[in-house]
Structures are given as C-alpha cells and as structure tokens.
Nanobody, 124 residues
Framework: QLQASGGGLVQAGGSLRLSCAAS?????????MGWFRQAPGKEREFVSAISRTGGSTVYADSVKGRFTISRDNAKSTVYLQINSLKPEDTAVYYCAADSTSLLLQIRTSVYDYWGQGTLVTVSS
C-alpha cells in the first residue's frame, strides 16, 4: 500500500515536499518508484522516477531543474521536492511502484501499485 501526502495550496514560486510511504510485507527497495500527476480534464502524466537504489533518476522535461525525486529505503518512503511552482503544476500527484522493470519507466501501464494521490494547487 502506498500513501501519498504533502500536497496543499501554494503560491506560484513556492515549494512543497511530497512524500509517499509504503506499507505492507513487500520489500520497498525491490521497487522502482515513480511520481505522476493528473491535472483536471487531462490524462495522467509522468513526472519522475527513481531506481531501486536511488542512484538513477529521470524527469519529465516540464519539471527538470525544479523537481527532485529521492528515496529512503530504510523508511520505505519516496519524496518529491517541488520548487519554483507554477500554476500549470496544479494536479493530483500520485506515487507508483514498478516491481518488474530493469530500467526506469515513464509509462503508467508499467507500474503495479498506486497511491491515492495528493492534491497540489498553485495559485498565481
């Protein structure tokens, strides 16, 4: 089970730190972790992913340089630090876990488990 948190209402230019905690018997370090987002009326889109050890990351072009993904396997938690927020970043942010891929994936269909989402609203 994945539980995302940390969303909220923030002004443009502000920052938030999203967290996604995993629970259950599955070993967190066996999963590639990803963040996706879905804005109102739009499809869910890839934001970022991090490898099992945290040594590799990938970002969508729209968030490069502003968002940073990290993980703490001892705490079974993945984070998304989001800076310099823009109104177009407004969306529900979801964390997801991929158990089978060898390489970081951006497709939603690859991820096995999903959190419930946390809403980020950026005001202009």
């Amino acid at each position: 089970q994945l539980q995302a948190s940390g969303g909220g209402l923030v002004q443009a230019g502000g920052s938030l730190r999203l967290s996604c905690a995993a629970s259950g018997r599955k070993i967190f370090s066996r999963y590639i972790m990803g963040w996706f987002r879905q804005a109102p009326g739009k499809e869910r889109e890839f934001v970022s992913a991090i490898s099992r050890t945290g040594g590799s990351t990938v970002y969508a072009d729209s968030v490069k340089g502003r968002f940073t993904i990290s993980r703490d396997n001892a705490k079974s938690t993945v984070y998304l630090q989001i800076n310099s927020l823009k109104p177009e970043d407004t969306a529900v942010y979801y964390c997801a876990a991929d158990s089978t891929s060898l390489l970081l994936q951006i497709r939603t269909s690859v991820y096995d488990y999903w959190g419930q989402g946390t809403l980020v609203t950026v005001s202009s």
